[in-house]
């Protein structure tokens, strides 16, 4: 790989060299000639990224575009875009298996300025002699987003949730007198394509967690057991039949719904990250102005021995990289903006409102509740449920049979063997096809 991005980068000298040779442009016109484009990967945070990048354009003159993916179409439209021959310069990699197929088109960005501002290495990916093909520029939780304010409304606090038995009590007394009270315990669980990774990957992460702490797995395994699907089935259930929706009408619930459904009050519990404050809190739009005092975040239990002790999933997938195979230009340009966003008062402000923390020395102190209670948690002495989906061989190839085996169990009276099924075989069936 490095040989690649050798060759590559001697190849654009040789060209700027005839170029200047012949009269042509001078370094600082060759500068100004390059753009970014940067393939976004999260599409709550679009618009943000557009006002961005318009500001950083007015600013100095070069062209940034964003384009956002799809939710749960990343790694295809990337595949697209790649292949046309003005790629994106920026994109996600965001775990192995993403550097194992984008590696050689991933920039070292060891010697980068945008690198030297990063706080920990952490989050970064790294190749086998260290070089940095991609850098985590934040990191994320998720959970149980709850409304104290109605859950006081319906009688309870969230200290008085502890476990998977404590969960399922409030949940089904609030289900039981809903009419009453007049809102549900949980917004929509959709499995339509915008909310389906909420269950396919957020909420499968449980049982692979647990199952991965068990057996001391520290990389991508050849396949799993499927140890603790049981523990999933049983919080799963609980989404389905204490929700806003009827168990058969999730398959065109989208992920829009099921944020309004919390955002307007209809539901004490929402399963979703970090990432969703800024949407809950400020967004006039869509007629969300949330107080953050009546908003926190909980673990998402299911029934799992000593899980009273488990704090909130902590980990992130948001790593940076940046294409080897643009132009020099582009590639300047490209890491120009991306320390400008990490530095500069527009770009930290936005990325501290957007994404909470960020490990860069510049960072801005995150209002983000959310993060509050992640910390908490770490402070109280809970363990963390890290990321083990990050392991997931050709994620969307394995997310999507899931996906269809719990449709099928909720909406039509499926089998959950099905479920096991998907889950399971179809591990071994990816990893091998990876």
């Known amino acids: 790989m490095k040989k690649k991005v050798l060759a590559l980068l001697l190849s654009a000298v040789c060209v700027m060299s005839l170029a200047v040779g012949c009269g042509s442009s001078s370094d600082k016109d060759a500068d100004a000639e390059g753009s970014v484009y940067y393939l976004n990967f999260k599409p709550e945070s679009d618009a943000a990224w557009q006002k961005l990048a318009k500001q950083y354009t007015e600013e100095t003159g070069v062209e940034v575009k964003v384009v956002t993916a799809a939710s749960g179409e990343y790694e295809s439209t990337l595949t697209t875009e790649m292949a046309k021959s003005s790629a994106p310069t920026l994109f996600q990699c965001g775990n192995q298996a993403a550097l194992d197929t984008w590696g050689d088109y991933c920039l070292d960005l060891s010697d980068t300025e945008v690198y030297k501002e990063m706080t920990t290495d952490d989050f970064n990916l790294k190749g086998e002699n260290g070089e940095v093909y991609a850098v985590g520029y934040c990191y994320e939780a998720y959970g149980l987003i709850t409304n104290k304010a109605l859950l006081k409304q319906a009688g309870y606090e969230v200290s008085d949730i502890k476990d998977f038995e404590s969960l399922k009590t409030v949940v089904e007394d609030i289900t039981a007198r809903k009419d009453e009270l007049g809102f549900s315990a949980f917004t929509s669980a959709g499995l339509d394509g915008s909310s389906s990774w909420r269950f396919s990957g957020h909420l499968a992460n449980l ?61 004490v519990f929402f399963q979703n990250g970090t990432w969703e404050y800024s949407n809950l809190v400020t967004d006039e ?150």
């Open 285 to 434: 739009e869509k007629g969300f102005l949330m107080n953050a005092e009546d908003i926190t975040m909980i673990p998402i239990y299911c029934g799992v021995e000593g899980e009273e002790e488990s704090g909130l999933s902590c980990g992130t997938e948001n790593c940076w990289a940046v294409n080897s195979k643009a132009s020099e230009a582009d590639i300047k340009a490209t890491l120009d903006f991306m320390k400008w966003v990490v530095t500069s008062e527009e770009g930290t402000t936005m990325m501290a409102e957007q994404f909470g923390p960020i490990p860069f020395k510049s960072a801005k102190e995150s209002e983000n509740v959310f993060f509050t209670a992640a910390n908490n948690y770490i402070a109280d002495g809970k363990y963390v449920v890290t990321w083990a989906f990050n392991y997931t061989p050709n994620v969307e190839d394995w997310r999507a049979p899931v996906v269809s085996a719990l449709l099928q169990y909720s909406a039509n009276g499926g089998s959950w063997d099905d479920v096991k099924t998907a889950y399971v075989n179809g591990w071994a069936t990816q990893y091998k096809a990876q």
């Open 207 to 267: 049982p692979l967690f647990y199952e991965f702490r068990d057996d001391g797995v520290t990389e991508q395994p050849a396949e799993v057991t499927g140890a603790y699907l049981d523990n999933f089935k049983a919080i799963w259930d609980l989404y389905i039949n204490n929700a806003t929706c009827a168990a058969n009408e999730i398959a065109t619930k989208t992920g829009d719904e099921a944020e309004a459904e919390f955002g307007q009050g209809k539901a």
